[in-house]
């Protein structure tokens, strides 16, 4: 779950991390008016899911409050990469002397959690990591122990900031990294992380990924489980509870496992068609979620032919067959469906289907085969 | 021969009474498996089809010699689970559980490192191991696999390690043990450990390796082929187009940061002098041939 910029510094400052102050707006007027509140400088800051915002026209100064209305009229709406702007945060400007970096993830290589610091903050980690790797000072830490003061001085230390920032850096990475075990976090970023020209140390951008598997234990996520971003369909699939992925194309995909639903996606694409869609229905097959599965993709216009790739494990080929058959009579199915059903009892299943089978319902006994036939119908 | 499990294994079911464990408890028992004992707080004395139920991990162990776990319990409870089994003394635990927060899953990772170095985990997220004809532990289907070997599987996908046991046994290839080791950020067995156990297993003469986006533990496997598998294997890598950003069904399928591609992941195998096969038939395929030159 990624959390925006405010929702991120929301959570930061729970944890004690000095933020500014600062209000949500949905509106120019409710900009101006959170201004107003604040009292100028402001920033203008676009809330997207997505980076390079401020490249992008998404990051503003404002001096007056006129400067707010103006930014505000044209941040609102923008489109950044794909991601419309729907809500500005208006935050008190701060002055800054040295911008940092700061962040914590997983290291799935080493099963321990890695801290990054930089002097060279307000630009892309990545780029950093490239051109002068020795600008970061990394700690790997283990998730049993946790984070000891006295390693956490090593490290900044290490990182070479100034003497000034050197206090107010060890408290907030020590709550940076509260923040994100405590949280369950994927990812918690700071980017800048600013020293001020007065000495103070300060959170001034927020980046955080929320672990979804977590929810259960933190029962206030389900606000920020209301704003990701997802279009039409991906909200539908959620909504049902199915693992979905929005892709482009126009073959849809149904497909039990997340590894073969994968793979559809893959030989689609690989016998030169465009998948529509990651869709993973999980072990079984049976006609409730096949039909909500088919409802998603039916209700997608770019669809053109849908692609069912089954294979029965411990669920047999004729309780797949008849879930799809019972599926097919409960959606009104505009697409061409191309079905490919292997494993347990697969004849079985085959010839349940066979009776049914018409030019809006193909079967084909590989998954190349049901690929290619079904990217031929959506062409 | 076989890793990790053979007929001999006794294993203790954590959740045996809930739906979940009852019934794949069952299906496991049935294929050959010796399932000795499940385990639950308040229902010590019961028993499930005449399992009996201890109410802990080291209780089952004292009364029935059992060396290893499976877990059917929710998410929330499964670092505990874990944390239990270790304690109580078995040797080999399978977390079948889906759902697990990561951050839980580095905690009992590290944990049993230190604490209990000689147990090893499988999963969690994972659809179990199957040493076939002998003992399977977990949610495969059991009849879709050829005993025998000479083939030994590893895989980090559920459907996809069902898709290669099924083509294996269609082309008459048997298999000595196949281990889903899930689809997880913090697998508890890696593919290395896999491949370490069916280069010294005797009877495993090849091994298939299916992988997919996400992390860099095939690139890592390669290296190890590199250095220290001498048998042939042959690979198939899922998720080849996924956009980036994206969590693919699986908790740690998703390129990041430019990190985790499939044809990056492909590209370290071929160069370790693994056969990669586009697509898991074309894998399937490529163990044939292989397994026509043993």
Redesign the interface.
């Known amino acids: 779950m990624d959390l925006f910029e405010y929702q991120g510094k929301q959570f930061f400052a729970e944890y004690g991390m000095p933020t500014s102050p600062g209000k949500i707006a949905f509106t120019v007027d409710e900009a101006v008016q959170a201004a107003e509140e604040l009292g100028t400088p402001v920033m203008v800051k676009a809330q997207v899911h997505t980076g390079g915002r401020g490249k992008a026209g998404g990051v503003k100064f404002a001096a007056t409050i006129e400067d707010v209305t103006e930014h505000a009229s044209n941040i609102l709406g923008l489109d950044i990469k794909g991601h419309i702007v729907g809500r500005v945060w208006i935050e008190k400007a701060s002055d800054i002397a040295e911008e940092y970096y700061a962040s914590f993830t997983l290291d799935r290589s080493e099963k321990k959690h890695l801290g990054m610091l930089s002097k060279e903050g307000g630009v892309e980690i990545e780029t950093v990591a490239e051109e002068n790797p020795d600008a970061i000072a990394k700690i790997w830490v283990d998730p049993v122990d946790g984070l000891s003061e006295n390693q956490c001085k090593a490290w900044v230390e290490a990182a070479n900031l100034p003497a000034e920032a050197f206090d107010g850096t060890v408290d907030i990475l020590l709550k940076l990294y509260e923040a994100y075990t405590d949280g369950d976090a994927d990812l918690v970023e700071i980017n800048p992380l600013i020293l001020t020209p007065e000495g103070k140390v300060h959170v001034l951008d927020a980046k955080v990924t929320l672990d979804g598997n977590s929810v259960f234990r933190h029962e206030n996520y389900e606000q920020y489980d209301e704003t990701q971003t997802r279009d039409e369909r991906e909200t539908a699939a959620h909504s049902k509870g199915l693992q979905y992925v929005g892709l482009d194309g126009s073959v849809g995909v149904i497909a039990n496992g997340a590894g073969l639903a994968m793979s559809t996606v893959d030989v689609i694409n690989q016998v030169g068609g465009k998948p529509a869609n990651f869709l993973d229905i999980g072990g079984g097959a049976n006609a409730d979620v096949m039909a909500g599965a088919l409802e998603v993709i039916n209700n997608d216009p770019n669809v053109k032919a849908i692609f069912i790739n089954i294979f029965g494990g411990i669920t047999r080929g004729e309780e797949v067959a008849n879930g799809i058959l019972e599926a097919m009579k409960r959606v009104d199915i505009e697409s061409p469906i191309v079905i490919r059903l292997d494993g347990t009892n697969a004849d079985e299943g085959r010839a349940i289907l066979k009776p049914n089978l018409s030019d809006k319902l193909l079967m084909e006994t590989t998954m190349l085969d049901a690929a290619t036939t079904a990217v031929q119908l959506a062409q | 021969m076989s890793i990790f499990v053979d007929e001999t294994t006794k294993v203790i079911y954590q959740g045996l009474t809930g739906s979940q464990g009852s019934y794949y408890g069952r ?1 496991n028992r049935e294929y050959g498996t010796q399932v000795v004992a499940g385990t639950h707080p308040k229902k010590a004395g019961t028993d499930i089809d005449g399992v009996p139920i201890y109410a802990n991990v080291a209780e089952a162990v004292e009364a029935t010699g059992a060396t290893a776990s499976c877990i059917f319990i929710p ?2 409870g499964v670092r505990g689970a874990v944390m239990e089994a270790a304690a109580g003394g078995v040797k080999f635990i399978v977390a079948v559980t889906e ?5 839980d899953e ?2 009992f ?3 049993l490192k ?1 604490d209990y170095p000689d147990v090893q985990l499988l999963g969690p997220n994972c659809p179990g191991i199957i040493s076939p004809g002998k003992c399977n532990i977990g ?3 059991g ?2 696999a050829k005993p025998g070997g000479p083939v030994g599987i590893v ?9 290669a046991l ?1 083509e294996l046994k269609q082309k008459d290839i048997g298999v000595t043990t196949c281990v889903g080791i899930g ?1 997880d ?2 697998p508890g067995t890696s593919f290395i450990d896999c491949l370490e156990a069916f280069e010294a297993d005797q009877e495993t003469k090849a091994i298939m390796m ?1 992988g ?6 095939e690139e ?1 496997a390669a290296e190890y082929i590199k250095d220290h598998v001498t048998k042939p294997v042959s690979s ?1 890598i ?6 980036p950003g ?8 998703i390129v990041s ?2 990190k985790g591609t ?1 044809s990056a992941k492909m590209e370290a195998l071929e160069a370790a002098g693994v056969r990669v096969g ?4 074309e894998a399937g395929e490529l163990m044939a041939e292989i397994v026509a030159t043993l």
Do not use: C, D, F, W
Not at chain 2, 246 to 253: D, E, F, L, S, T
């Open positions: 299906l998410a929330a759902g697990v927060p990561a951050h580095a905690i990772y590290n944990q230190r949610i495969t289907a009849h879709i895989s980090r996908s559920g459907t996809l390690t069902y898709q099924y689809g950020p913090v299916i997919e986006i996400g992390g860099s533990a890592e198939y899922a998720g080849v187009t996924a956009p994206k969590k693919m069904g699986h908790a740690g399928a940061g430019g499939a586009n697509n898991p038939t």
